[in-house]
């Protein structure tokens, strides 16, 4: 089936005005009302009437629909599987999820429930992934392409250098200096080496049970042990899966990341970037690979006079700050006197070893943090537009919490909208609330969260005593408890009372 816009009916319906009166059946219920969906009509495909099979297959049409919530609404269960095949949904959507909404039978709801379209990687939602999944599908300032039996893949030198040594060989001997490399043995399976490639970007592997074999292939040839070990591993596990499950059907095998190694190795890029002058403590090792590691740089940040060799890639997907900053008229930019291709980009109001914490997040999404550089490393997350940065920071903050400090650390998760730090201050504040309300600044935080509420009534609440308050009576249990939760609200209330508020 096939869906047209209704601009398109009169000139269907002039060549095929033989077809049956099914043509102009409309859309059935469960997508009525839908805005993207309001002025379409469905039609079997033209060449689908006149028999033409090989025009059928794969016709791909501009309308922002899947072939899985077509079928499911048109309630053709034969159709479903194929509409099914490469299908993706996006978690906690109702767009991700509407194939399940509007099927229009129970058999078809059934069959969706199966197919298992989610998994335990897309519910967490991490914005590294996220991010390194983006730019392998897009290919966002790739610089090398690969031909496997007419399908192009497109990737990135730095990422899968600083994943396989197999790789860095090669870029350096066999296809140095080419940017299109074809992949023509017989043996190599493109839909395997998609695979190869999601492990060395994001570190987990979905593949065809038919595939799996290939892929082993493609690993040993790649020098990847631990890629192989895995694979046996995890078809031994499904193995006896299904041996303990009759009829059960396993066509995916999904590898899971147990451990941060393809962190690690991303942080190899920022090792490299960094300056000569400041690499002390790193390369000390003889077998240190950043020695002589090549990262294929496309862009250089001058800090302070020192000069970072990054990548496009990371800061543009990273943050939409350097996105906005690279793509701004950079032709007319100063260039690298040691490498002329590269332009240089000098950063200001930022020191070079605030800018190192930065690099090493952008990289790995670690980086180390003190209480000495939390705060620097916070307003520069801010600036930059970092929000896992500034989660980063906050939890740091939230390690050095005391009663001294606390008051400004509630006042700094507010001004950064950190609202986990701004709960597990206001946690705190309840824990200690008998000497606090002894502090006149505490009385001050008060009156100014009271005056922050838009057109307030002398009855109405108060953001920051609610939660406190929240805080003092959850999780209480016994009767002890409960008479001490009663004395901390006292003390709020009389406060309260003494600087003439009420809530």
């Known amino acids: 089936m096939t869906f047209v816009p209704y601009q398109l009916w009169d000139l269907i319906l002039q060549p095929f005005s033989y077809l049956p009166n099914a043509l102009t059946t409309r ?58 095949s490469g299908a993706k949904c996006e978690a906690n959507t109702f767009d991700g999820e509407r194939c399940m909404y509007g099927s229009l039978s129970d058999s078809i709801r059934r069959l969706l429930k199966e197919y298992k379209c989610i998994t335990a990687q897309a519910m967490q939602r991490d914005y590294y992934d996220h991010f390194l999944l983006t730019l392998l599908e897009q290919g966002q300032y790739s610089d090398v392409k690969f031909l496997v039996h007419g399908e192009t893949f497109q990737a990135h030198r730095c990422v899968l250098s600083a994943r396989s040594e197999y790789f860095t060989a090669m870029f350096e001997t066999k296809w140095k200096g080419k940017n299109l490399i074809p992949l023509k043995h017989p043996l190599i399976n493109p839909a395997a080496f998609g695979a190869i490639l999601q492990y060395f970007y994001t570190g987990r592997m979905d593949i065809d049970v038919s595939h799996v074999e290939d892929c082993k292939r493609l690993a040993k040839q790649c020098k990847m042990g631990d890629l192989i070990d895995e694979l046996e591993s995890k078809c031994k ?21 147990h451990s941060c190694q393809h962190q690690e190795e991303m942080a190899q890029l920022a090792d490299c970037a960094l300056p000569a002058e400041l690499k002390v403590g790193f390369g000390e090792l003889p077998f240190d690979r950043t020695d002589n590691f090549p990262s294929y740089p496309d862009i250089c940040f001058r800090v302070e006079g020192y000069d970072f060799l990054c990548h496009k890639a990371f800061f543009c997907g990273r943050s939409d700050y350097f996105k906005a900053l690279l793509q701004d008229h950079f032709s007319e930019g100063e260039m690298m006197q040691s490498q002329p291709s590269t332009p240089v980009l000098t950063i200001h109001n930022i020191s070079h070893e605030i800018f190192i914490r930065l690099l090493y997040y952008v990289y790995s999404d670690d980086t180390e943090l003190s209480p000495e550089n939390v705060f620097d490393v916070l307003c520069v997350a801010d600036m930059y537009l970092l929000p896992g940065l500034k989660r980063l920071c906050g939890k740091t903050l939230a390690k050095m919490l005391c009663e001294d400090n606390v008051l400004h650390m509630w006042k700094t998760s507010k001004l950064f909208r950190l609202s ?12 200690i609330i008998e000497r606090l309300v002894e502090k006149p600044e505490f009385a001050d935080m008060i009156k100014e969260d009271a005056g922050a509420v838009e057109d307030r009534h002398e009855t109405d609440s108060i953001p920051l005593v609610d939660d406190i308050r929240f805080h003092i009576t959850s999780n209480v249990q016994t009767f002890s408890a409960i008479e001490e939760a009663n004395v901390k609200l006292d003390a709020l ?3 309260l009372s003494t600087i003439g508020l009420e809530c």
């Open 493 to 495: 209330d009389q406060l």
């Open 27 to 84: 859309l059935p219920a469960p997508l009525i009302g839908r805005p993207a969906l309001r002025t379409v009509l469905v039609v079997p495909n033209c060449h689908c009437v006149l028999g033409d099979l090989q025009c059928c297959r794969n016709v791909l049409v501009p309308f922002p629909t899947s072939g899985a919530l077509t079928q499911s609404c048109l309630g053709d269960l034969y159709t479903v599987p194929f509409g099914l």
């Open 237 to 257: 596990q499904v193995y006896e899966f299904v041996s303990n499950k009759p009829g059960t059907c396993v066509k995916v095998l999904t590898l899971e990341p």
């Open 420 to 431: 986990r730090l701004e709960d597990q201050c206001t946690e705190y504040m309840a824990k």
